[in-house]
């Protein structure tokens, strides 16, 4: 099983990125998939999940500006940026857990992909 994110890099602030998560191995439309991000110093957060029944759930940091959506045919998870902000600043990772609903603790999740850098500059 592999999670592979991608779609990180340089934006100014107000900019937009689309993340993906491509599995490989598992079929991610029975997993609940998660984005969390870790900014340096920090612990990992979460950032928004959707559920294997398709229930979504933001951080309110994020609500009304990041959206997350699947891909069920390019077994693909997106995470859409938008009004990025220098908080955002992180390395993202998504995570998916078997036949669950998201949860927003990361221990929680079976599989980790290796994380995308996303630097939002002011």
């Known amino acids: 099983v592999q999670l592979q994110a991608s779609g990180g890099g340089l934006v100014q602030a107000g900019g937009s990125l689309r993340l993906s998560c491509a599995a490989s191995?598992?079929?991610?439309?029975?997993?609940?998939v998660a984005w969390f991000r870790q900014a340096p110093g920090k612990q990992r957060e979460f950032v928004a999940g959707?559920?294997?029944?398709?229930?979504?759930t933001y951080a309110s940091s994020v609500k009304g500006r990041f959206t997350i959506s699947r891909a069920g045919a390019k077994n693909t998870v997106y995470l859409q940026t938008s009004s990025l902000k220098s908080e955002d600043t992180a390395v993202y990772y998504c995570?998916?857990?078997?036949?669950?609903?998201?949860?927003?603790?990361?221990?929680?999740?079976?599989?980790w992909g290796q994380g995308t850098l996303v630097t939002v500059s002011s």
């Open positions: 995570a998916a857990r078997w036949l669950t609903v998201v949860t927003s603790t990361s221990t929680g999740y079976d599989y």
């Open positions: 191995g598992l079929t991610f439309s029975y997993y609940a």
């Open positions: 959707v559920s294997s029944g398709g229930s979504i």
